[in-house]
């Protein structure tokens, strides 16, 4: 019987802190595009199709997911690494200075009760260590169905003025998905009528406050 890969886990649970996550060997002749939390990894597989010259990683936190991932990439022969890791305090350790192009947040568990807000992935911490690892002119796409936690990540980097700049102008979400690849949670909620709130932000040269 396979086991149960459960739909949310706390990344402030103890047990997460000991990944032994590693740097990840990342190529220098193609650009770097980075999922957090890639959860079944579609968005990945689609972007490999789609954009063969690009370098795609995952992160994730379920590690029996990691492994699933794995051997589907594998049995399909993309170049995917997908990574065992708790982003809240790994990511510093995951990638150098200045080599991912693009992160990706795609959907991140939204943690509705008040206590629960601290579980929340995009925050000054995180801004700031992305910062450090995109290149120049990097940039950090993210998309959420859930209004609160979209504002809420959108505040995050709309304080960071001095780092990011927002591609649609300030507190200005994009009207669609401009990467012609959906994630399945995306695909969910157009086939719901759902509506997704989107943005993308590009690296400034100041890092953040």
């Not at 968005?43 to 690009?54: Q, S, T």
Request: a positive charge.
């Amino acid at each position: 019987m396979s086991k149960r890969i459960r739909h949310h886990v706390n990344p402030l649970r103890l047990d997460f802190f000991a990944t032994g996550a590693q740097r990840v060997e990342l190529p220098t002749d193609r650009p770097v595009e980075v999922e957090l939390g890639c959860a079944d990894a579609r968005w990945l597989f689609e972007r490999a199709k789609v954009d063969p010259g690009l370098a795609l990683v995952g992160v994730e936190i379920r590690e029996e997911l990691v492994k699933l991932v794995q051997r589907r990439a594998q049995a399909a022969g993309l170049d995917l690494r997908i990574v065992y890791a708790n982003i809240n305090q790994d990511l510093e350790t995951l990638f150098a200075g200045g080599s991912v192009a693009r992160f990706v947040v795609n959907f991140p568990d939204p943690w509705f009760k008040q206590r629960q807000r601290k579980r929340r992935l995009v925050t000054d911490e995180l801004v700031r260590v992305l910062w450090t690892k995109l290149r120049p002119g990097g940039e950090v796409f993210f998309q959420s169905d859930v209004w609160d936690l979209a504002l809420d990540a959108m505040d995050v980097f709309e304080r960071a003025d001095d780092a990011f700049t927002n591609a649609r102008g300030p507190w200005s979400f994009l009207p669609r998905n401009p990467f012609g690849v959906q994630s399945k949670r995306e695909l969910y909620c157009e086939e719901d009528r759902r509506p997704i709130w989107r943005m993308l932000y590009q690296k400034k040269g100041l890092s953040p406050r």
